[in-house]
T-cell receptor
Framework: QKEVEQDPGPLSVPEGAIVSLNCTYSNSAFQYFMWYRQYSRKGPELLMY????GNKEDGRFTAQVDKSSKYISLFIRDSQPSDSATYLC???????????????FGQGTILTVHP | DVKVTQSSRYLVKRTGEKVFLECVQDMDHENMFWYRQDPGLGLRLIYF???????EKGDIPEGYSVSREKKERFSLILESASTNQTSMYLC????????????FGEGSWLTVV
């Protein structure tokens, strides 16, 4: 069993739709949760970062973490064609020493938002 | 803004060649990383470094080595390139003081023929 599972999609939605992207994980040591967005032929860029259960909102994006269920989500409201990209969840254990930045990534979900 | 620069975006090398991938970051980050990204396999950590001249193996270090002579520069070396090393290589950096977020470069697409 992989430490982090993410549905690779692809996911295709119409413009304006609400998009839900999800990851599940098995290691309860994960304490930091991130979502990265990656456009074609580019490096991933950090979209959202959280370290606690609950919701975190940033514009049209909401990151949700449920540590009891080991489940994280990214919601995109009023999706736009410019949101078309691969979305990667990334998880990390407690910060400390050389664990900084040692992220475990999901496979990534390919999202297409069509006009 | 954090900038991680990978000098070579697209390379084509022959089997058996020695390949150098260079990465420079401008934010004085302590930690630097090399990942490779393959369809269906996601990102896999090759090597990382948390200080100058320090290095640690990641999940898939076989066939690779690294060098960190200066804080801002982290090089990935393929001693004898093979076709199964055809991939996208991503360099990243992070600072412990800012938690566990890491910042990626644009990627280097390597094709070994």
């Amino acid at each position: 069993q992989k430490e982090v599972e993410q549905d690779p999609g692809p996911l295709s939605v119409p413009e304006g739709a609400i998009v839900s992207l999800n990851c599940t994980y098995s290691n309860s040591a994960f304490q930091y949760f991130m979502w990265y967005r990656q456009y074609s032929r580019k490096g991933p860029e950090l979209l959202m970062y959280t370290y606690s259960s609950g919701n975190k909102e940033d514009g049209r994006f909401t990151a949700q973490v449920d540590k009891s269920s080991k489940y994280i989500s990214l919601f995109i409201r009023d999706s736009q064609p410019s949101d078309s990209a691969t979305y990667l969840c990334a998880l990390s254990p407690n910060a400390g020493g050389t664990s900084y930045g040692k992220l475990t990534f999901g496979q990534g979900t390919i999202l297409t938002v069509h006009p | 803004d954090v900038k991680v620069t990978q000098s070579s975006r697209y390379l084509v090398k022959r089997t058996g060649e020695k390949v150098f991938l260079e990465c420079v970051q401008d934010m004085d980050h302590e930690n630097m990383f090399w990942y490779r990204q393959d369809p269906g396999l996601g990102l896999r950590l090759i090597y990382f470094s948390y200080d100058v001249k320090m290095k640690e193996k990641g999940d898939i270090p076989e066939g690779y080595s690294v060098s960190r002579e200066k804080k801002e520069r982290f090089s990935l070396i393929l001693e004898s390139a093979s076709t199964n090393q055809t991939s996208m290589y991503l360099c990243a950096s992070s600072s412990g003081q800012r938690g566990n977020t890491i910042y990626f470069g644009e990627g280097s697409w390597l094709t070994v023929v």
